[in-house]
Nanobody
Framework: QVQLVESGGGLVQAGGSLRLSCTAS????????MGWYRQPPGKQRELVAT???????NYADSVKGRFTISRDNAKNTVYLQMNSLKPEDTAVYYC??????????????WGQGTQVTVSS
């Protein structure tokens, strides 16, 4: 079994900051790419940022320069530092990880989601 548990969401005023965390646990051999996605109210889930096991990052244009993704491989944890938040960043944020289990099989896993609300 593999679980991803997110934390750090909440309510913040426009211009504020939040830091999301996501920790993977279970029968993990290795974690490949990790990432954050979000689903705004009434819209489809969209990519926010990804990071490879080697630390290469990729961002959606809408968050470049404001959000920073990072990871601690020793803790199986990925972070999303969100600065200069805007009301349009309001969404449920989901963690995703491509994990190789001890069986040698790789699969994608999702966290349960954490709500981020930015007030104007």
């Amino acid at each position: 079994q593999v679980q991803l548990v997110e934390s750090g969401g909440g309510l913040v005023q426009a211009g504020g900051s939040l830091r999301l965390s996501c920790t993977a646990s279970g029968t993990i051999f290795s974690i490949n790419a990790m990432g954050w996605y979000r689903q705004p109210p009434g819209k489809q889930r969209e990519l926010v940022a990804t990071i490879t096991s080697g630390g290469s990052t990729n961002y959606a244009d809408s968050v470049k320069g404001r959000f920073t993704i990072s990871r601690d491989n020793a803790k199986n944890t990925v972070y999303l530092q969100m600065n200069s938040l805007k009301p349009e960043d309001t969404a449920v944020y989901y963690c995703n990880a491509d994990i190789t289990r001890s069986t040698g099989r790789s699969s994608g896993y999702w966290g349960q989601g954490t709500q981020v609300t930015v007030s104007s």
